[in-house]
C-alpha cells in the first residue's frame, strides 16, 4: 500500500471509528467460523474493534463441534422441525463441545504475542450464567428434553461486565432456576442479548457470503436493505435453510428494537472490519429505520455534504463555481439523497413564478452511486415540487450531459426561451445547451 493510500484509508475509516466508539455490538458466530483456520485473524478483529472503543457481546455456537463429539460417542444426529434433539447422552456432547470452544476462544482472546496483531492488547474475558432457559417441549409429538429456548438475559450482570471494559463471551447453553443445562440455538441467543442490551448492532458472521445472495430485482441496494424487503427475500426459494436462519434471526432481531442487523461472510480477509468500517461494507445489512437512505430538503447543516458534491464538478468545468456563502443563502432550494448521514446526492429547483417555470440545477451523484437512478429519483422530487408551486416547465443550463436530460423528458431550447433574468445571466463562453421539459 502506498503512504497516500493508506493515509486516505485511515480518514475514510475515522468517522465509523468515532461513531462507534462506546457502542454495544453483539456479534455472533457458529462453531464452523470457530473451526476455520483463518480464525486466528478473525479473533486480531474483534480484538481491534475493542481497542477502537466498541463494547463487545460474543455469542458462539457449536454445531460441528457437537457432532464430532456425538460422532465420536457413536450416537447419532437427531433433528425435528430443524431442532436438534438433546437427549442425556447428547447433552454430554454438548457441554464437551461448548465447554471445550468456549476456553479456546478465551485462550486466543489472552494472545498478547509482539509478533501477532493482539500485542499489547491485554484483554479481559468474563463469561457467566446470564442466559436463563426452559425446555422447548414437545413440538410435533417428539420431546426435545434438552434442547431449549431463550427465557431471559441477564442485562444488569453484562452491563456491569461491559462497564469494567471486559469482552463478554455467550455460548450456546442456557441454565434453568431449577439447575438444568440446556442446548440452545446461538443465533436466538444472540438475539435475544441484543434485544435486551438494546444494542447498537447485532452481528452474524455466516459461512456463506450474504453480499452475494441474489436477492429480486425489486430490493434495491443489495449490501444495504429495509426490513420490509428482507421479510420478501426470506421466502426466497434459492435461499439455504441455514441462510434462512440467520436472516430469520436479524429480522427478529430488527423486529425488537435493534436497528442495524448486519450479515457477514465469514470468507472475506477483514470482513468485519471493512463492513463496519466503510460506507458500503461487504455483506447485508438490514436496518430498521427508514432514514438510513434518505430523500429529502436540505438545511443549513448539509452545505458541507453539498459542497462536497460539487466541488469537484466545478473544477472540471460540469458546474459554474458556487461559493460557500452563496450556497448557504440558496441550501433551501436544494434537495439532497443521505446515506447513512452521509451527502450521496443533490440538486437545486430555482423557481421563476413570472414565467412559471423554474430551473434544475447543481445535479451531482457521487461516484460511488453513479447509475443507480439516484439522479431520476431527485429529478422527480424536483418535478413534483414545482407542480406544487403552479410551474408550467424545467429548464437546465448542461454543457456536459444533454442526453440524460434529453433521455428524462427535456428537449432543445433556445436562449430567448429562458425567463429574462436568466437571459441576462446567460454566459457565452461556457455556450451551454439550453434543455426545457413541460410538466
Known amino acids: 500500500m502506498k503512504p497516500t493510500d493508506f493515509v486516505s484509508a485511515l480518514r475514510g475509516c475515522a468517522p465509523y471509528v468515532h461513531a462507534h466508539n462506546g457502542s454495544v455490538f453483539v456479534v455472533a458466530f457458529g462453531g464452523e467460523v470457530a473451526a476455520r483456520p483463518d480464525f486466528d485473524a478473525f479473533i486480531y478483529d474483534l480484538a481491534l474493534l475493542h481497542s477502537l472503543g466498541v463494547k463487545l457481546v460474543l455469542v458462539h455456537g457449536a454445531r460441528p463441534q457437537i457432532d464430532k ?8 444426529t437427531v433433528y425435528n422441525h430443524g431442532l436438534r434433539v438433546t437427549d442425556r447422552a447428547a447433552l454430554e456432547c454438548v457441554k464437551a463441545a461448548a465447554g471445550a470452544l468456549r476456553m479456546d476462544i478465551e485462550a486466543k482472546l489472552s494472545t498478547g504475542l509482539a509478533s501477532t496483531p493482539m500485542g499489547g492488547a491485554q484483554l479481559r474475558v468474563a463469561s457467566g450464567n446470564w442466559v436463563t432457559a426452559r425446555p422447548v417441549g414437545v413440538r410435533g409429538g417428539v420431546d426435545h428434553q434438552h434442547t431449549g429456548e431463550v427465557r431471559r438475559i441477564d442485562v444488569d450482570s453484562l452491563h456491569d461486565v461491559l462497564a469494567q471494559d471486559r469482552i463478554a463471551l455467550l455460548s450456546n447453553t442456557g441454565y434453568s432456576p431449577t439447575g438444568e443445562i440446556f442446548n440452545l440455538r446461538h443465533e436466538d441467543v444472540a438475539t435475544a442479548t441484543a434485544q435486551a ?49 440467520y436472516l430469520q434471526a436479524g429480522i427478529t432481531a430488527s423486529r425488537g428494537g435493534v436497528k442495524r442487523v448486519h450479515l457477514v461472510g465469514a470468507d472475506k480477509d477483514g470482513a468485519l472490519l471493512r463492513e463496519l468500517y466503510t460506507r458500503d461494507g ?5 436496518y430498521a429505520d427508514e432514514d438510513y437512505e434518505s430523500t429529502r430538503q436540505a438545511t443549513i447543516e448539509d452545505v458541507g455534504g453539498v459542497l462536497s458534491l460539487i466541488k469537484p464538478l466545478e473544477q472540471a468545468g460540469v458546474l459554474v463555481p458556487r461559493s460557500r456563502e452563496q ?35 447543481c445535479v451531482a451523484v457521487h461516484p460511488d452511486y453513479q447509475s443507480a437512478g439516484r439522479a431520476a429519483a431527485l429529478l422527480k422530487r424536483v418535478e413534483a415540487e414545482a407542480k406544487k408551486r403552479k410551474l408550467k416547465k424545467l429548464f437546465s443550463l448542461t454543457t456536459h450531459t444533454p442526453h440524460w436530460f434529453i ?33
Open 197 to 245: 442490551l438494546g444494542a447498537d448492532k447485532l452481528i452474524f458472521v455466516v459461512p456463506s457470503d450474504p453480499d452475494h445472495w441474489k436477492l429480486a430485482e425489486d430490493t434495491g441496494d443489495d449490501g444495504q436493505i429495509s426490513l420490509v424487503v428482507a421479510e420478501k427475500l426470506l421466502t426466497a426459494k434459492h435461499l439455504k435453510d441455514q441462510d434462512r436462519a
Open 327 to 361: 450556497l448557504e443563502l440558496d441550501i433551501e432550494n436544494f434537495s439532497i439523497i443521505v446515506r447513512d448521514g452521509t451527502a450521496i446526492a443533490c440538486c437545486a429547483l430555482f423557481p421563476f413564478p413570472q414565467n412559471q417555470m423554474g430551473e434544475l440545477a
Open 69 to 76: 463429539q456425538l460422532e465420536l460417542n457413536s450416537l447419532k
Open 282 to 286: 461487504v455483506g447485508l445489512m438490514l
Open 407 to 439: 433521455e428524462h423528458g427535456f428537449e432543445r431550447g433556445k436562449i430567448k426561451d429562458l425567463p429574462v433574468q436568466k437571459q441576462r445571466l446567460y454566459n457565452y463562453q461556457r455556450n451551454s445547451l439550453v434543455l426545457i421539459k413541460s410538466l
